[in-house]
């Protein structure tokens, strides 16, 4: 798990500007949770080998100033509750504003790393202007520029200084993750689990706890449970408990083997619930969809269990092949099972094929219906190896292996699941040279 970083600073100083240049260079994994809140985003970078997260808490209504200033304090406090470190953006051409002063004012207080930075020094003239901020009361600055980059280096380069190292679990158990938007029903299902209630609550500023690891040996499966359901922290708005939960989903994603996805049948797989599904794909985890709840849904007919499912995997489209259960934490329904199926799928990620086995059963398969003939050339598929990694990878050697499209690869990788069961895990498919 990677130590984060919060920009903070009013509208317009370039904070935006300034994040985008950073997680440019790598693949923004987290599209999935702007448009949770107005707009925060969270993405990742890195510098002299470090990676950090780095969330953007811009989010903005247009309004009064009094509107401004509260979502100031919010954003702040944001900063404050999540982050490692914060960046502190102001802007030289606008000089020092009343809502900087505010702004520092929090920051002053806190006893986390605060950089300072002054944006749009774009030119030594500005460079010279920026002493301004010394006014600021948080000492030394950073200058730099967003737009053409200068000065980031420096910053960074401090910036990663701080950050803590954060060490990933050592111990070889499967990691479960129960992750889900608000009032899934998370919590209950992991008291339920664990038979006892537990809720830590932090309301306390400059605590960072985003997840907590247990390890629990249940139904005779020994697992460690990533639980970030029961930390409760204290949100004014609910738009903001949304994005908490969202963020420690994120991260509680990043951190394990098998997501237990749960959400509310009541509710339905919705726009939330599928983003966060996609991002467990993305990150090539295990995957057990949980429809909680399922004691509040009236007709039980089969045929309803069927619907639901089928509309479910509409969503899912192409990833299918993942467990669906129908569950309900009050009554207790198919807890058991949910575990079970966790650890089945973890089994799965961790399945190696022998190659013998994989040739044998995937060549006469591929004989049959070979690639299609591409620009008049025939490819020829010849060996296949599942390669060393944590979860399902398998390199197809071929002569041609640029001609082998996007459906061509579906096919192969359903045949793989049809013979060898991947149910629950995303895999990749690649062609080689051969
Ligand atoms: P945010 O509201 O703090 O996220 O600010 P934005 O990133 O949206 O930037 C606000 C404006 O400042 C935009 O027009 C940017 O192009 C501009 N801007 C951002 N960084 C720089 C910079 O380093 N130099 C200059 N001259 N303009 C910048
Ligand atoms: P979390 O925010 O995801 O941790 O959700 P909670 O565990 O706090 O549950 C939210 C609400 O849903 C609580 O009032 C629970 O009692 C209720 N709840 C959880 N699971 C079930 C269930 O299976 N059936 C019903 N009827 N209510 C449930």
């Given at each position: 798990m990677s130590a984060i970083v919060a920009i903070v600073g009013r509208?317009?100083?370039g904070k935006s500007t300034f994040f985008n240049r950073l997680i440019q260079?790598?693949?923004?994994?987290?599209?999935?949770?702007?448009?949770?809140?107005r707009d925060r985003h969270y993405g990742k970078s890195d510098w002299n080998g470090k990676e950090f997260s780095l969330i953007d808490t811009g989010g903005y209504v247009v309004g009064s100033d009094d509107i401004f200033e509260k979502e100031i304090d919010k954003q702040v406090e944001l900063a404050i509750d999540e982050a490692d470190a914060i960046i502190f953006m102001v802007d030289v051409e606008s000089g020092v504003t009343g809502m900087d002063e505010d702004v520092a004012k929090l920051l002053r207080r806190i006893d986390k790393p605060v950089f300072l930075t002054v944006n749009k020094v774009d030119n030594a003239k500005r460079a010279a202007d920026a002493?301004?901020?010394y006014a600021l009361g948080l000492g030394e600055y950073y200058t730099l520029s967003?737009?053409?980059?200068?000065?980031t280096g420096e910053l960074l380069d401090d910036l990663v200084k701080v950050l803590p190292e954060k060490e990933m679990e050592t111990d070889d158990l499967p990691r479960f993750a129960v992750v889900g938007?608000?009032?899934?029903?998370k919590s209950s299902f992991i008291n339920a689990l664990i038979g006892e209630e537990r809720y830590i609550v932090t309301d306390i500023a400059g605590t960072t706890r985003d997840s907590i690891d247990t390890k629990y040996n249940r139904f005779g499966f020994e697992f460690n449970l990533v639980d970030t359901a029961g930390i409760r922290r204290k949100a004014k708005v609910k738009e903001d408990l949304e994005f908490y939960s969202v963020m420690r989903s994120v991260r509680a994603i990043e951190h394990c083997d098998v997501c237990l996805l749960l959400f509310d049948a009541t509710r339905g797989f919705d726009g939330q619930v599928e983003n966060i599904f996609w991002l467990a794909q993305r990150n090539n985890k295990g995957i057990v969809i949980l429809v909680n709840k399922?004691?509040?849904?009236?007709?039980?007919?089969t045929h309803t269990m069927k619907q639901y499912t089928q509309k479910i995997k509409q969503a899912m489209e192409p990833f299918t092949d993942v467990p669906i259960l129908f569950i309900s934490v009050l009554t207790k329904q198919r807890i058991f099972k949910a575990i079970e199926t966790a650890v089945e799928v973890y089994k799965n990620r961790s399945k190696r094929i022998p190659t013998r086995k994989l040739n044998d059963v995937m060549l006469p398969i591929i004989q049959n219906t070979p690639p299609p003939a591409y620009k008049g050339k025939y490819v020829k598929i010849k060996f296949i190896t599942q390669l060393p990694t944590p979860f399902p990878q398998f390199a197809f050697f071929c002569?041609?292996?640029?001609?082998?499209r996007d459906p061509y690869k579906r096919f192969l990788e359903n045949k793989l699941r049809e013979h060898f069961v991947f149910t629950g895990v995303p895999m990749s498919i690649f062609m080689r040279k051969k």
């Amino acid at each position: 798990m990677s130590a984060i970083v919060a920009i903070v600073g009013r509208p317009n100083v370039g904070k935006s500007t300034f994040f985008n240049r950073l997680i440019q260079r790598r693949e923004a994994i987290v599209d999935a949770i702007s448009g949770v809140t107005r707009d925060r985003h969270y993405g990742k970078s890195d510098w002299n080998g470090k990676e950090f997260s780095l969330i953007d808490t811009g989010g903005y209504v247009v309004g009064s100033d009094d509107i401004f200033e509260k979502e100031i304090d919010k954003q702040v406090e944001l900063a404050i509750d999540e982050a490692d470190a914060i960046i502190f953006m102001v802007d030289v051409e606008s000089g020092v504003t009343g809502m900087d002063e505010d702004v520092a004012k929090l920051l002053r207080r806190i006893d986390k790393p605060v950089f300072l930075t002054v944006n749009k020094v774009d030119n030594a003239k500005r460079a010279a202007d920026a002493v301004e901020f010394y006014a600021l009361g948080l000492g030394e600055y950073y200058t730099l520029s967003s737009i053409n980059g200068s000065g980031t280096g420096e910053l960074l380069d401090d910036l990663v200084k701080v950050l803590p190292e954060k060490e990933m679990e050592t111990d070889d158990l499967p990691r479960f993750a129960v992750v889900g938007r608000p009032n899934a029903g998370k919590s209950s299902f992991i008291n339920a689990l664990i038979g006892e209630e537990r809720y830590i609550v932090t309301d306390i500023a400059g605590t960072t706890r985003d997840s907590i690891d247990t390890k629990y040996n249940r139904f005779g499966f020994e697992f460690n449970l990533v639980d970030t359901a029961g930390i409760r922290r204290k949100a004014k708005v609910k738009e903001d408990l949304e994005f908490y939960s969202v963020m420690r989903s994120v991260r509680a994603i990043e951190h394990c083997d098998v997501c237990l996805l749960l959400f509310d049948a009541t509710r339905g797989f919705d726009g939330q619930v599928e983003n966060i599904f996609w991002l467990a794909q993305r990150n090539n985890k295990g995957i057990v969809i949980l429809v909680n709840k399922w004691d509040l849904v009236g007709d039980k007919e089969t045929h309803t269990m069927k619907q639901y499912t089928q509309k479910i995997k509409q969503a899912m489209e192409p990833f299918t092949d993942v467990p669906i259960l129908f569950i309900s934490v009050l009554t207790k329904q198919r807890i058991f099972k949910a575990i079970e199926t966790a650890v089945e799928v973890y089994k799965n990620r961790s399945k190696r094929i022998p190659t013998r086995k994989l040739n044998d059963v995937m060549l006469p398969i591929i004989q049959n219906t070979p690639p299609p003939a591409y620009k008049g050339k025939y490819v020829k598929i010849k060996f296949i190896t599942q390669l060393p990694t944590p979860f399902p990878q398998f390199a197809f050697f071929c002569n041609l292996p640029q001609y082998v499209r996007d459906p061509y690869k579906r096919f192969l990788e359903n045949k793989l699941r049809e013979h060898f069961v991947f149910t629950g895990v995303p895999m990749s498919i690649f062609m080689r040279k051969k």
